[in-house]
DNA sequence: AATAGAAAGTGTAAATGCAACACTTTTCAT
DNA sequence: ATGAAAAGTGTTGCATTTACACTTTCTATT
């Protein structure tokens, strides 16, 4: 076994989290952020974050963070990279690492939001946020537009049932730029997990639109990354 | 500014870094693994690792870490994801971050290689590593490979100057497969930042090979990832 | 001096994937 | 009845990618 000695010369760090959490309305990504009404760098700008607890991983940590802000604990999330360049954190070192979060908008609550003083901020009215969380949010927005490039993460931000207008307008949002409305069906056409359930949403259009469902099991048996 | 006791309620914890040190030779990727002759862990096979310091950041500190073992301070290195489950070291809890290494084999410090008890061992014939180092193994593979899929990173894997059949069996390595040569060299014609340098390598073949170079400000200046 | 061996180097044609492009259908509110 | 608003639907050209085999050059050997 390891002496102490070999563990306890070395000195230890706070761990943080920091959450990046991505929302989809009126046909644009928006983050939602904190306006800091506590200390440190209380009424400025801030990505949702928190200390890692003794007993709990990175993992839990972050969703336990994004749940205490959206009352969400099933969201799709992923690890982005970790900070730790000494001073990164004016007050004390702390390395913290930024996990992506993305939620279907229509789902969060919104008490526990309100009482963070958090708002939903659309991607191109994001203000300067505090420490390297500009970066983070840079890291993690790029990412996140790759990984939607190569599996469908993206439907996270949606609910169950979606339809086409809606899909297409999410994957403008996301990559920034228009799509062809035909090939955009064709390619949708042919991943088989993505299925129409027969139900049709009548809210947007008089004519009404087909609902589709993503079917993660064809997904994972079809697909591997 | 933060009251002290912001930070100080909560818990403090070891981080390190865990280094992916690959290199190519005969045709295959090899990593660069240690044989430990210290605790904890003893006998078994690790990755090169250590502690963060004080005042270090984690780029710093993987690039500490490598140097001790490679003598190599110039290297092309990455983050690759952190690792922080509690009991993933059965000493004590730390959080380690891994780091990809991509090195020129020719060029590495043998003594200290050698001093370390560490060595070269191909990607196909890696014996079981401890805590999640496997897991971090792998982890690493995938993301280098992406990378060298979308910039030419595996450049780093070769000398200064290389031939064509060089790079070709180096992309074999790194994606797994067979490449067609004609397909090859085009695509590499089409690439103005790898330029021949007017040299002639003699030493693989009686009628010797065109050598080329990487040109990164043309590289820099042409291409954005 | 001839030659055998070994790696370097070179072009074309078929197939596939991707991008561009505009009109019809359906339904409901007026 | 009709106008408005969104849903839905195919084809063609272009570019990229893949498949495929022989010639050149040099030197070590005989």
């Known amino acids: 076994m390891a002496p102490k000695a070999y563990y306890s010369i070395h000195p230890k760090f706070h761990a943080a989290v920091d959450c990046i959490i991505f929302g989809f309305e009126e046909g644009e990504l928006s983050l939602l952020l904190l306006q800091r009404d506590f200390e440190p760098a209380k009424g400025q700008w801030s990505l949702m974050g928190g200390f890692v607890e003794e007993g709990e991983s990175l993992d839990d940590a972050a969703r336990r963070v994004v749940a205490e802000l959206t009352g ?80 469908p993460v993206g439907i996270n ?3 169950e049932e979606f339809t086409l207008t809606q899909l297409q307008t999410l994957y403008e949002a996301i ?40 079917n993660r099991e064809k997904f994972d048996g079809n697909f591997k990354i």
């Not at 970790?82 to 908008?105: C, F, K, M, Q, W």
């Not at 997990?193 to 004519?207: A, C, F, H, P, V």
């Open 72 to 151: 969400l604990s099933d969201l799709y999330m992923r690890q982005v990279h970790t900070y730790g360049d000494p001073g990164r954190d004016p007050g004390e070192r702390v390395l913290s690492t930024a996990y992506y979060a993305l939620v279907d908008i229509k789902r969060y609550d919104h008490a526990l939001v309100k009482a963070h003083n958090a708002h939903w901020v659309k991607l191109n009215e994001i203000p300067h946020l505090i420490f390297d969380h500009d970066r983070m949010v840079q890291d993690a927005l790029r990412f996140m537009r790759y990984q939607a490039t190569v599996k």
């Open 157 to 159: 931000l949606l609910p």
């Open 175 to 214: 990559l920034g730029e228009p799509i062809d409305k035909r090939n955009f069906r064709k390619r949708i056409a042919s991943m088989d997990y993505i299925e129409k359930t027969g139900r049709i949403d009548k809210t947007l259009s008089r004519k009404g639109a087909a609902l589709y469902r993503f």
